[in-house]
């Protein structure tokens, strides 16, 4: 129903807008009596063999949803009707700010791909925050937080503790996002010594509670072998509890979408199926040059329950999903659970 019906309608307009219609017509059916059971009993599968139990946290099932769909918090509630064993907000900064100009988001139908350049566009840290302190699910929620595009990167530091500190109460792992390519010299902050500062000064805070929460980095599929094994030696020495591969990719290559199209669009991440084993790739490497030393969140082209396989076959712990769930559905996390189970 939703490829033959659902999705050509949604397709017809921007993107962008879509994605907001689609939330803004879950969240209203979920208003009304029994449709939030009926979507639970439809979308979840509930087996002990999904649970998965990782940095003290015990997921449901490894299916999560990606940063970006619910930047600010605003659908965790009804995003949990649909199987996900846990969502992740965000990318949050700790002021307000729109983001880049419109139109920012298109789809590749052809390549079954999206390319974005949003800018962490978000209304703040606290204003999540205020949402948070309200949903009624259980579900598991990361919060991936960022730097503001007028921070310097030598304050970038102070950015990532603001937002650190006022999210702590309310999510269950952190995302440290350094890989984003639409916030001007974000990327740089992945080279070790100013990757290091931003990590270890996280840890050290975290460390200061009373009961830390776990860490992630979430890193580039277009990092060097090199820059690779700079990461494995960067979450050995900061000690944090894991990596998230990967974010979207400034590659372009290889796509059926003309070269005039893709020219016309611009800058941005692309995501979905062309990206997938590319960031496949980078799991196996992180699994296997630091001999399974942390657990890795793969994401990237998980369109199928095979996607989904191929990245636990290269050493991913969970999976998260975005340009997939978009083109294929809201069953998507309900048939990757059934294929592991």
Same mark, same amino acid.
Do not use: Y
């Given at each position: 129903m939703y490829k033959v019906l659902i999705k050509p309608l949604f397709f017809l307009l921007p993107a962008e807008r879509a994605h907001y219609l689609a939330m803004w017509l879950l969240k209203t059916a979920c208003k009304i009596p029994g449709v939030r059971f009926l979507l639970e009993r439809s979308f979840t599968i509930n087996d002990k063999k999904l649970q998965r139990n990782l940095f003290g946290l015990s997921f449901e099932n490894p299916v999560g949803l990606a940063a970006g769909f619910d930047k600010d918090a605003r659908w965790i509630d009804e995003l949990s009707t649909l199987g996900f064993g846990f969502v992740e907000i965000g990318t949050l900064t700790p002021k307000a700010q729109p983001g880049n100009e419109k139109p920012r988001l298109f789809r590749l139908p052809e390549d079954h791909a999206l390319i974005n350049r949003m800018g962490f566009n978000n209304g703040g840290v606290m204003a999540a925050t205020e949402r948070l302190k309200k949903r009624k699910s259980h579900v598991i929620v990361g919060g991936n937080i960022g730097k503001n595009k007028t921070t310097e990167n030598e304050q970038a530091v102070n950015d990532y503790l603001i937002c650190f500190e006022e999210l702590f109460p309310y999510v269950d792992y952190f995302a440290v996002n350094v890989s984003s390519p639409n916030t001007p010299g974000l990327?740089?902050?992945?080279? =070790?010594k100013p990757l290091l500062e931003i990590l270890l000064r996280l840890q050290k805070i975290n460390n200061s509670k009373p009961a830390r929460k776990p860490i992630l980095?979430? /890193?580039?599929? %277009?990092? *060097? %072998?090199e820059q690779l094994n700079d990461i494995i030696e960067i979450v050995a020495e900061s000690k944090i509890d894991g990596v998230i591969a990967t974010n979207t990719t /400034?590659?372009?290559?290889?796509? =059926?979408?003309?070269? *005039? #199209? /893709? #020219?016309? /669009? !611009?800058? !941005? !991440?692309?995501?979905g199926l062309p990206l997938g084993k590319r960031s496949t790739a980078v799991i196996r490497h992180l699994k296997q040059k630091s001999g399974n030393a942390f657990p890795v969140i793969g994401v990237g082209g998980v369109h199928s329950a095979e996607d989904a396989l191929e990245k636990i076959e290269a050493g991913a712990d969970l999976i998260q999903l975005y340009t997939g769930f978009i083109y294929e559905g809201p069953g998507l996390a309900k048939s990757i659970c059934q294929r592991l189970r």
């Open positions: 990327r740089a902050l992945q080279e =070790k980095l979430k /890193i580039a599929p %277009d990092l *060097t %072998d /400034i590659v372009r290559e290889p796509l =059926k979408t003309s070269a *005039t #199209e /893709i #020219e016309a /669009i !611009g800058a !941005g !991440g692309l995501s």
